[in-house]
């Protein structure tokens, strides 16, 4: 056994054991450790230190929890059975656990751990379970709607990294819901809509048409969205356009930006609101001139989203400085 894996154990052995539930029996305590205990050891032959520190803070936050709540054996057959679910309806179109994550917050509490503050690099949020690989190129100044309903909307901006260094070929991937609510991939016709990607200038800026992001509801005619009705909570999530970008040396990001004034922002069904990204849509009466010529019949909104990106390896105790 390694040096790290005994440190591992002893981390382990050291916190396993809770404060007994004051309804409990000396001899039931210890007939819930012992369950305990052979777990824990039934890994000792693990040979991978990450795994075995994974698998075993998985299995001691997991009897933890089973002993706090003292969950009956009808409550853990009814948990089987929604996970069950979760499954058999995940499919390639449509991926519930990702639902799940996205509304328990593990999502963003992964985004989080793994997306440390860079001085003034874009923050990161949840990448949802409806981007596509190999969404179609269009041009600077584009229409990244392809006929997709909704409101017109002039996005542009700029990608620099943290020294304010512009980003030339940064490749920038932008997917979002038509005015229905619905993203491409949930009609059954086949159709690519709303989703393009596309390379910034020598400059570092780019510049497409949009839609006007509205709220919609995460899909809800399946496990987790009755999970979400029996705790009393709303399956909308703010109205939002998604965004990846990616360039040579620089931190993946993903992320969102969300419409100012938008009342669904402080009860996003996914907890990605963040307030950094949190923008102006500024809405252009009919007849106003676009940035690029385009006609235009009826009023239309512009937004400006400017992206910084973190450098690919950073130093966690300068990240934040």
Request: glycine share 8%.
């Amino acid at each position: 056994m390694s040096e790290n894996k005994i440190d591992i154990r002893l981390a382990d052995a050291e916190s396993r054991h809770e404060t007994p539930h004051p309804a409990l029996s000396a001899a039931q305590v210890a007939a819930e450790d012992d369950v305990l205990d052979r777990v824990v050891h039934s890994f000792d032959q693990c040979t991978d230190p990450r795994l075995a520190q994974v698998m075993l803070a998985l299995v001691r936050h997991l009897h933890s929890f089973l002993r706090e709540v003292r969950l009956t054996e009808d409550e853990w057959a009814r948990a089987i059975e929604f996970l069950t679910a979760v499954g058999h309806i995940t499919d390639d179109r449509r991926q519930e656990f990702i639902l799940l994550s996205d509304t328990l917050g593990a999502s963003m509490q992964t985004i989080a751990i793994n997306n440390e503050a860079y001085r003034d690099a874009t923050e990161a949020t949840v990448f949802g379970p409806f981007f596509v690989e190999d969404a179609p190129r269009i041009e600077r100044g584009g229409d990244m709607s392809f006929g997709a309903s909704g409101q017109p909307c002039w996005v542009e901006g700029t990608v620099t990294d943290t020294d304010g260094t512009p980003l030339p070929g940064a490749r920038i991937e932008v997917w979002e819901a038509d005015d229905d609510g619905l993203y491409d991939v949930q009609y059954t016709d086949g159709r690519v809509a709303a989703r393009a990607h596309l390379f910034t200038d020598d400059d570092g800026s780019y510049r497409f048409w949009g839609l006007t992001p509205t709220p919609y509801p995460i899909p809800y005619d399946g496990p987790v969205g009755a999970m979400l009705q029996a705790v009393g909570r709303s399956p909308y999530r703010a109205s939002h356009l998604h965004f990846m970008v990616t360039a040579p040396g620089c931190r993946r990001l993903v992320t969102h930006i969300f419409v100012r004034g938008d009342e669904l922002l402080d009860r996003d069904s996914v907890f990605g609101v963040k307030e950094s990204l949190i923008k102006d849509f500024a809405e252009q009466p009919a007849g106003t001139a676009t940035p690029d010529g385009r006609a235009i019949d009826g009023p239309w909104t512009r937004a400006r989203f400017d992206i910084v990106l973190a450098p690919a390896a950073t130093d966690s105790a300068t990240a934040d400085a």
